[in-house]
């Protein structure tokens, strides 16, 4: 594949999460926009043979590209040839079952827990909070799926030591056995945070570094971590978008720019490295 030349943030994002993506794995995709632009775009060039269903119950749909606007969940052409029309409450059975090995979602705030928050940014109730749509069917993902990726940009505010709120599960306080003790299935949880400038795993249930961009350093990510987290042994680089994944993305899958527009920077190479355009 060919280096791409200009790229913005969530168009990195979306392709690392599609390299990621399993052929034979089920994947439960958090609403539309980059979680499920990343699995269709990782089904299109990396594995054909994943499945999908979308967070309000449809399984393995083949869609007609592209959606309408604001249309990639609950409209016929996001279910287009689907095995299955069901519900969300389908979806979360299937996946209390065991039959959904990845959760992808978005976040506003994450902990060093891997504990979502999608609801309140404040306290909640108080007349100075912000409140936010809530976590719709991610609070199940993140419940019932065997790993769940998260998908967030690399902001002080949202890299926080407690979420303000818990609309969804990570490893709740950290301890061993706290997911259990909740009523949730065994060996579940956080897998990777994924973000424009970095990968983050979990190591004893607390979120740590392990990949970063080439244009960004270490430092860099950790001043946008108001918690800051493990650091693995050796830091890897991640490759940048090439441009067959631009093509996809940019022409079938979010061809308005609505997920992509003004969302943070642009990245572009000079001829000799990758220079980001600050915002």
Known sequence: MTRADAF???EVMMCTVARMVEDGRTYWAAGGGTPLYSIL????????EAQYVTEDGVIAPEPMLPYEPMMTMVAS???????????MNTAGIHAQLGFMDYGVLNTLQVDQHGN???TCL???GSDTARRFGGPGGADTIAACCWRTILMTDQDRRKFVRQVDFISSPGFLDGTVGARERAGLPRDTGPWRVVTPWAMYDYEERRLRLIARVPWVTVQEILDECEW???LAPEIAVLEPPTEEELLILRSELDVRGQTTDAAGGWVTWDGEKYV????
């Open 8 to 10: 913005n943030d969530r």
């Open 41 to 48: 775009l990782g089904k299109r060039l990396y594995a054909p």
């Open 77 to 87: 052409r996001a279910a287009y040839r689907a095995l299955s029309w069901g519900t």
């Open 116 to 118: 979502i928050n999608s």
């Open 122 to 124: 404040g306290e909640y």
């Open 228 to 230: 800051k987290p493990l």
């Open 276 to 279: 980001r355009q600050v915002v």
